[in-house]
Nanobody
Framework: QVQVVESGGGLVQPGGSLRLSCAAS????????IGWFRRAPGKEREFVAS???????ATGDSVRGRFTISRDNAKSTVNLQMNSLNPEDSAVYYC?????????????????????WGQGTQVTVSS
């Protein structure tokens, strides 16, 4: 089993920045692919960004150029730096871990690739 815990959510003004963190345990962190997804009220779950265990990242279309994902294997954490936030970014953000060693870059945005999910952290962008 892999335990996944998100942190860093909160309220931020439009145009502001926020950094989310994801900590995972229960398996060698460097062997995990870690992804971020979000769900806003009344909307479907949306891929945000992911970092693959063997290298490579992917970013969702709606956040590309504003959000950056990074990982620190020594600290067993993945950070999601979110800049130029707007109200449409308001959602519950979920961190997820995949143990699939053969995961390919083109599938990083597929939620079905991820086996373990955190409880989510709320991000609200509002003035």
């Amino acid at each position: 089993q892999v335990q996944v815990v998100e942190s860093g959510g909160g309220l931020v003004q439009p145009g502001g920045s926020l950094r989310l963190s994801c900590a995972a345990s229960g398996r060698t962190f460097s062997s995990l692919t870690i992804g971020w997804f979000r769900r806003a009220p009344g909307k479907e779950r949306e891929f945000v960004a992911s970092t693959r265990w063997r290298g490579g990242t992917a970013t969702g279309d709606s956040v590309r150029g504003r959000f950056t994902i990074s990982r620190d294997n020594a600290k067993s954490t993945v950070n999601l730096q979110m800049n130029s936030l707007n109200p449409e970014d308001s959602a519950v953000y979920y961190c997820a871990a995949s143990t699939r060693s053969g995961i390919i870059l083109s599938s990083l945005g597929d939620a079905r690739q991820y086996d373990f999910w955190g409880q989510g952290t709320q991000v609200t962008v509002s003035s």
